[in-house]
């Protein structure tokens, strides 16, 4: 028998590359959008019923995954992949863009958690797999918000798995790198920025590169977080971006991993952190570590 994913925000970028993902290895996919012109999306892979769903409506949770359970009989994994990208300093962004940003990449996400977990614990199996980011590692600036709703979604992911470790149940977290994706597209952002803040905006984005990893390679990390079998394990990294970073903090540790960052972003990288922490992309050196 097929195991049956259910993966929310999947119109665009990584989370249709995670459904196509899935319906090619066999899979059954019940997959989320919040619009309807966006139903017909997957309508060319087979096994794959795409849903309404706005994650925001917190209400909606409980009859969505009834509903989910219903299209195969099952659901094994539960992929929140939804959210956006709030930019700005925090010094401007409204309480509104704040709590929306929340909304979204946390509280929806807890939301449709708590009511995947009742059918997850009578059955006694399940996966959850929540996207977190690279930024949830370090905060990046005017990207404060989103970085601090990314590291809640991965510390809950956490504290989670401890939850529900004697159900049989795992709960995993994917920190994907910077990747070619919308979301960059649908940037929710500050506005009336103080033209002292303009100087470190235009050198932090200067730095950084304009295109990113595929999201092909996210898609095949939460496959693995999916398969591996492994309910110990809870972050998975993905893009060299991203995956270099347990490393980087290993050789420096954790206070000079930050000094490093920290003069990245607020002078000029060393020679070592541009060898450790590669561009999107780029593939990083290779260290052993004994």
């Known amino acids: 028998m097929s195991k049956t994913i259910v993966v929310t925000g999947t119109a665009t970028g990584m989370g249709r590359a995670i459904v196509k993902k899935f319906a090619a290895e066999g899979w059954n996919v019940v997959a989320t959008v919040r619009k309807e012109a966006d139903l017909t999306v997957h309508d060319e892979l087979e096994r794959v019923r795409t849903l309404l769903l706005d994650v925001d ?64 614990r009578a059955q006694r199996s399940g996966t959850i797999i929540n996207i977190s980011s690279l930024t949830a590692e370090q905060g990046y600036p005017y990207s404060a918000v989103y970085a601090a709703s990314k590291a809640a979604v991965a510390a809950l992911s956490e504290g989670m798995s401890l939850e529900v470790a004697a159900f049989g149940i795992a709960v995993k977290a994917v920190l994907p790198g910077q990747h070619s994706t919308r979301i960059f597209t649908k940037i929710d952002i500050a506005q009336d920025v103080p033209a002292d803040y303009q100087a470190g905006i235009d050198a932090f984005f200067s730095k950084n590169a304009p295109t990113g990893s595929d999201p092909s390679i996210t898609a095949d990390v939460v496959y693995r977080a999916a398969v591996d079998g492994d309910n110990t394990k809870v972050r998975y990294y993905s893009a060299p971006d991203s995956a270099a970073i347990p490393r980087a903090k290993q050789i420096l540790g954790t206070d000079g991993y930050w000094a490093e960052f920290r003069n990245a972003v607020l002078a000029k990288p060393s020679p070592l952190f541009t060898a450790l922490i590669p561009a999107p992309g780029e593939q990083p050196i290779d260290w052993q570590i004994s």
Not at 73 to 94: C, H, I, K, R, T
Not at 95 to 120: E, K
Request: aromatic letters at 12%; proline letters at 3%; hydrophobic letters at 45%.
């Open 57 to 120: 409506d917190e209400q909606a949770a409980g009859s969505f995954a009834q509903t989910a359970v219903e299209q195969f009989g099952q659901v094994d994994v539960l992929v929140n992949n939804a959210g956006f990208y709030q930019m700005g300093p925090v010094e401007v962004s409204s309480m509104d863009q704040i709590h929306r940003q929340f909304q979204t990449n946390v509280f929806g996400l807890i939301a449709l958690s708590r009511a995947f977990l009742p059918i997850f």
